[in-house]
T-cell receptor, first 111, second 114 residues
Framework: KQEVTQIPAALSVPEGENLVLNCSFT??????LQWFRQDPGKGLTSLLL?????REQTSGRLNASLDKSSGRSTLYIAASQPGDSATYLC??????????FGTGTRLQVFP | DAGVIQSPRHEVTEMGQEVTLRCKPISGHDYLFWYRQTMMRGLELLIYFNNNVPIDDSGMPEDRFSAKMPNASFSTLKIQPSEPRDSAVYFCASNQGYSNQPQHFGDGTRLSIL
C-alpha cells in the first residue's frame, strides 16, 4: 500500500529565505507526482506535475525534483514571500489510477 | 474558465438527514473525482468517474454514501442518513485525460453534522 509522508509538518520562516519541502513515498512504481498548494478555506491548486520519466519541473520560483528510485521528491521555493504562506501537499499516482496524498506541510512566511 | 464549481459551500444539518453535495466540473474535462478531507485522515479519494461512468468507488466509506454523474456537467454526492463522523470538507476535482494532467479542485463543501 502506497504511503506518502511529508516533512516537516509545519514551517515558519522570515521572508526571503529559500525553502525545501520534502515528500517521500513507499512504492517507487509511480506514474507521476504532483505538488499542490492549499489556502485556508480553499481547494487545492496544482503547482507542478512531474512524470515518472522526469527528474524535475520548474515554474517561476518553484522547482520540484523527483528521485523515483529512492521514493523522494523535494519542492524548492526560492526567495520566499508572505504570499507563499499556505499548506503544500504532494500526491503520487501509481498503477491504481488514484492520487495518494501526503498530509501536507503548513508554511508560514512572515515579513 | 469558471473552474470547478461546488455547492453549497457550507452545510449544517442534523444527524439522520439526507445531504446532497453538488459539483460542476470544468467544461471538456472527462474525469471527475470526489474527495473528503479531515484533520485525522487527510485527503481521501472517495470515487471517480470517467465519461460519466463510475470507475472506482472503493473509497466510499459506507453504503450511506452514493454518487452519480447523470451528464458531463453535473455530479452529486449523497449521504443518507448522515452521521456526525461524516463531518468534513468534501472536494470535487476534474481533469482532461488522467495520467499526465493536473487535477483542478473546487473550493469544497464544509459539512457539519450535528
Amino acid at each position: 500500500k502506497q504511503e506518502v509522508t511529508q516533512i516537516p509538518a509545519a514551517l515558519s520562516v522570515p521572508e526571503g529565505e529559500n525553502l525545501v519541502l520534502n515528500c517521500s513515498f513507499t512504492d517507487s512504481a509511480i506514474y507521476n507526482l504532483q505538488w499542490f498548494r492549499q489556502d485556508p478555506g480553499k481547494g487545492l491548486t496544482s503547482l507542478l506535475l512531474i512524470q515518472s520519466s522526469q527528474r524535475e519541473q520548474t515554474s517561476g520560483r518553484l522547482n520540484a525534483s523527483l528521485d523515483k528510485s529512492s521514493g523522494r521528491s523535494t519542492l524548492y521555493i526560492a526567495a520566499s514571500q508572505p504570499g507563499d504562506s499556505a499548506t503544500y501537499l504532494c500526491a503520487v499516482r501509481g498503477n491504481t489510477d488514484k492520487l495518494i496524498f501526503g498530509t501536507g506541510t503548513r508554511l508560514q512566511v512572515f515579513p | 474558465d469558471a473552474g470547478v464549481i461546488q455547492s453549497p459551500r457550507h452545510e449544517v444539518t442534523e444527524m439522520g438527514q439526507e445531504v446532497t453535495l453538488r459539483c460542476k466540473p470544468i467544461s471538456g474535462h472527462d474525469y471527475l473525482f470526489w474527495y473528503r478531507q479531515t484533520m485525522m485522515r487527510g485527503l481521501e479519494l472517495l470515487i471517480y468517474f470517467n465519461n460519466n461512468v463510475p470507475i472506482d468507488d472503493s473509497g466510499m466509506p459506507e453504503d450511506r454514501f452514493s454518487a452519480k454523474m447523470p451528464n458531463a456537467s453535473f455530479s452529486t454526492l449523497k449521504i443518507q442518513p448522515s452521521e456526525p463522523r461524516d463531518s468534513a470538507v468534501y472536494f470535487c476535482a476534474s481533469n482532461q485525460g488522467y495520467s499526465n494532467q493536473p487535477q483542478h479542485f473546487g473550493d469544497g463543501t464544509r459539512l457539519s453534522i450535528l
